[in-house]
């Protein structure tokens, strides 16, 4: 009887010991294996994408840039002269905005101030970073009477960007032609893409990151409704209302 319980405590430990064996090689070979799995590929994010655009706005998407901003601002006076009080916070606040980014992009010469095309890709690019990124990302924050202008600033140089960033070369062109800048053969094309849709094509952005920057248009041509990024018509939303306005459209 002694022997037999000595035999069943050997075997009972036997096992437990094989047992612990078989857990500590499966466990190291799980962290081994986990040791050795690359880490996901992160999607790009938001800043990323307009990063990207931003570092491309050659000199004939700059200078459509500020004809676009002009227009911009023409538009605005007209609406300020037309809106009553209550709106016309928002109409003040966009025209000096617009005056923000058109004083970081232009600079003093012998006959007044003129564009600079060098100023704009870095411009753009601080702003991409100052408030798209991860860590204190604009349109998710909370906008207020006192944040609401910075909001309205950097919303709009975003939005400014997407919009030549969206332009068919043609589209460019055509509003430059006759003015600052005349169609250059090797940097404009008859029926050349948009820059979003060359850097997509050209493998720059990927298709998620190209999801980030496109505006889909819909209708017909010259009257097309325009579809901005979900997160900008969202962050444009509280921006309106913020201002107790009522986005257009």
Do not use: C
């Not at 924050?141 to 043609?170: F, G, I, K, P």
Request: charge should be negative.
């Amino acid at each position: 009887m002694k022997e037999m319980l000595t035999y069943s405590r050997h075997r009972s430990f036997r096992v437990a010991w094989a047992s612990l064996t078989l857990m500590v090689v499966l466990l190291t070979t799980t962290v081994a294996s986990a040791q050795t799995k690359p880490p996901p590929t992160p999607k790009p994010s938001v800043e990323s994408a307009m990063v990207e655009v931003a570092t491309h706005l050659s000199p004939p998407y700059a200078l459509y840039l500020y004809e676009s901003l002009s227009r911009q601002v023409l538009s605005n006076e007209q609406l300020l002269e037309r809106l009553d009080s209550t709106q016309a916070p928002l109409a003040n606040d966009s025209l000096w905005a617009l005056d923000v980014i058109s004083q970081s992009i232009l600079v003093e010469g012998q006959d007044g101030p003129y564009l600079d095309v060098r100023r704009v890709p870095a411009f753009f690019e601080d702003i991409a970073r100052r408030y798209l990124d991860h860590a204190h990302y604009w349109p998710d924050r909370e906008t207020t009477q006192e944040t609401r202008r910075e909001h309205l600033a950097a919303w709009y140089s975003l939005y400014l960007m997407l919009l030549v960033a969206n332009a068919t070369q043609d589209e460019i062109a055509g509003t430059l032609k006759g003015g600052l800048f005349e169609r250059d053969p090797g940097m404009l094309e008859a029926g050349g893409l948009s820059l979003v849709d060359r850097l997509h094509r050209e493998k720059v952005l990927t298709d998620d990151s190209y999801q980030k920057v496109v505006i889909k248009r819909k209708g017909p041509t010259g009257r097309e409704t325009l579809m901005f990024p979900p997160y900008m018509e969202q962050w444009k939303a509280k921006i309106y209302e913020a201002y107790g306005a009522k986005p257009p459209g």
